[in-house]
């Protein structure tokens, strides 16, 4: 038997050459051959054979299926899932109790999410998101014996949850689950070592220790803990390498200053996949040669899942999402773990690669790519100009300089933001990042002008 998996995104040239393969497959098994043509070449013909597909019609990047090759196949539609009675088989597996009241109040609060929250691209309550919570749920459980099991799925579904949460649907999610589990209070766990290593490279990289901020890497931590393919979605300037970078070299200042420590040396491995083709990322064969080239993907997967060492390595992809390379790397995201070459070759990927990924939006994602990412939202509003002000005010040598430029920042800097807001209108929108960045060039060349002891 053949399972094709999203079968549909295959060219639609290159389907009508599939249909005829099939065809001549097909004719062969109902004349009753033993042996029979395929490709100019004669082959045996196991009577048993089967050709499954499974696709997804409607998405982006796919396409219509032929007439000639769709009357091949016998169609059978997929019916909506048990969800609840699937949270009650999950939980009762991860070893909780009162199962069958625990999953219907999951139930309840993912479909309240979909019905009250707003409608975000980077949004999924779907099945796959419910599997996830409930499993990362069991392993709380394991980890945090003391607390009761209300508790217990109380943190997994807002470790879950919160992090990709707009700072408007927040308190909404927050109602709907106080209404769900009156009076039990989210345990508060204490980060300790990992918390004061973040404030320790944050100051070391000369960064405001921004709760928001800290919070954000935190839960960049829990979310990665859960899933091994993450994206971190926001707008320029949000802080979203930070927040990667500084968890980053926190791990392995804690993994380098004491070795008994159970958290790992990282590895981060960059790749733009918007700055090359797909053959260039994936690899391709020569169509003169037909010598296959490898792509820096593959060659980097390759790379990392071959080493036996413990250290976590990060394959980070920053830079835009779309249909045409993301699609790709569906069997990678979702439980298979596998990166499947044009080449026949399947590179597996173990527990300490995972996936990263650092996006201004997805608006051109399919839900399929969505439903297989934990998600990790940033707010530029959350910054606003203060950090990066304070950060540049830093680095000034003259006491009295900084002094008088942090007292004008503050009496000047929120009304000419209410003034450019209200009143200006610009020709090409900028981000806040932007206006921050020239203001201070500008402040910064003014002073040099004035012989004023600035950096």
């Not at 019609?57 to 769709?70: F, H, I, S, V």
């Not at 036996?308 to 045409?324: C, H, M, Q, R, Y």
């Not at 990927?349 to 990263?356: A, G, K, T």
């Not at 002000?389 to 680095?395: A, F, G, I």
């Amino acid at each position: 038997w053949g399972c094709f998996d999203e079968f549909n995104r295959i060219n639609i040239e290159v389907l009508s050459v599939v249909a005829q393969q099939i065809l001549s497959i097909l004719s062969a098994l109902a004349a009753g051959y033993a042996r029979f043509v395929f490709e100019c070449r004669e082959i045996n013909l196991v009577w048993s054979c089967g050709i499954f597909i499974t696709m997804n019609p409607g998405y982006a990047g796919r396409t219509e299926l032929p007439d000639n090759l769709k009357s091949m196949f016998r169609p059978i539609s997929m019916v909506v899932p048990d969800s609840c009675l699937i949270s009650e088989i999950i939980l009762f597996g991860e070893g909780f109790n009162n199962t069958k009241v625990l999953a219907k109040k999951v139930f309840t609060l993912y479909s309240l999410a979909v019905q009250q929250l707003s409608q975000q691209e980077h949004y999924d309550f779907g099945l796959r998101a419910l599997v996830s919570v409930l499993k990362y749920a069991g392993r709380k459980k394991r980890a945090l014996t003391e607390y009761p099991d209300e508790e217990i799925l109380l943190l997994a579904m807002k470790d879950m949850n919160v992090a990709k949460l707009t700072s408007d649907d927040t308190p909404l999610f927050n109602g709907i689950v106080q209404d769900l589990f009156p009076g039990v209070e989210t345990p508060v766990l204490n980060y300790g070592d990992l918390q004061t290593a973040i404030e320790t490279q944050l100051t070391a990289d000369n960064l405001q220790r921004v709760p928001v901020i800290i919070t954000k890497i935190i839960q960049l931590y829990e979310t990665k803990n859960s899933r091994h393919s993450v994206m971190i979605v926001g707008d320029t300037g949000s802080g979203k390498s930070v927040v990667w970078r500084t968890l980053k070299f926190a791990l392995s200042n804690m993994w380098k200053n004491d070795a008994s420590n159970p958290k790992n040396n990282v590895k981060e491995y960059p790749i733009n996949p918007k700055a090359l083709s797909l053959g260039e990322l994936y690899g391709e064969f020569d169509l003169n040669t037909n010598e296959w080239t490898d792509g820096v993907l593959s060659a980097v997967m390759r790379k990392t899942c071959s080493e036996d060492s413990a250290d976590e390595k990060w394959i980070l992809f920053d830079g835009p999402v779309d249909t045409l390379w993301i699609e790709s790397m569906n069997s990678v995201m979702d439980d298979n773990k596998v990166l499947t070459l044009i080449n026949g070759e399947r590179i597996s990927m173990p527990n300490q690669v995972s996936l990263l990924f650092e996006v201004g939006d997805l608006s051109v994602a399919s839900p399929a790519t969505v439903s297989r990412c934990g998600m990790v939202f940033m707010a530029s509003s959350d910054l606003e100009w203060q950090p990066f002000v304070d950060s540049w005010l830093e680095k000034q040598k003259d006491a009295t300089t900084r002094s008088n430029l942090k007292r004008m920042f503050t009496k000047y800097i929120v009304p000419v933001l209410d003034f450019r807001k209200k009143m200006c209108k610009e020709l090409i929108t900028t981000s806040t990042l932007n206006w921050r960045e020239g203001i201070i060039m500008s402040l910064r060349h003014q002073l040099l002008n004035w012989n004023l002891s600035v950096l």
